[in-house]
Nanobody, 124 residues
Framework: QVQLVESGGGLVQAGGSLRLSCAAS????????VTWFRQAPGKEREYVAA????????LSADSVKYRFTISRDNAKNTVYLQMNRLAPEDTAVYYC?????????????????WGQGTQVTVSS
């Protein structure tokens, strides 16, 4: 069983930065992909960025590619999402999710484990 706990959300002004954390526990993650999704009110959950636990390969959505950076700290079993130049349209609940395997998949339905989410609100 895998447990994921997100933290780091909050209220920030447009143009500001936040760093989200996803602390993982319950097993070793040598062959896992950890992904950030977000869901705004009234919208579907959407892919943001993913990282392979082994090798560190990453893939980010076009909408965040030059503003958000995903990284990991193996020693802390934690994945981070550094978000810069935030805009009001980034307002959402951000979730981290994990799945076994090597492939980075962008559909929420393909992930087995989820955190509870952390709210990010960007004011204009």
């Amino acid at each position: 069983q895998v447990q994921l706990v997100e933290s780091g959300g909050g209220l920030v002004q447009a143009g500001g930065s936040l760093r989200l954390s996803c602390a993982a526990s319950g097993r070793t993650f040598s062959n896992y992909v950890v992904t950030w999704f977000r869901q705004a009110p009234g919208k579907e959950r959407e892919y943001v960025a993913a990282i392979r636990w082994s090798g560190g390969g990453t893939l980010s959505a076009d909408s965040v590619k030059y503003r958000f950076t995903i990284s990991r700290d193996n020693a802390k079993n934690t994945v981070y999402l550094q978000m810069n130049r935030l805009a009001p349209e980034d307002t959402a609940v951000y979730y981290c999710a994990a799945r076994g395997g090597w492939n980075i998949l962008t559909s929420p339905g393909q992930y087995d484990y989820w955190g509870q989410g952390t709210q990010v609100t960007v004011s204009s």
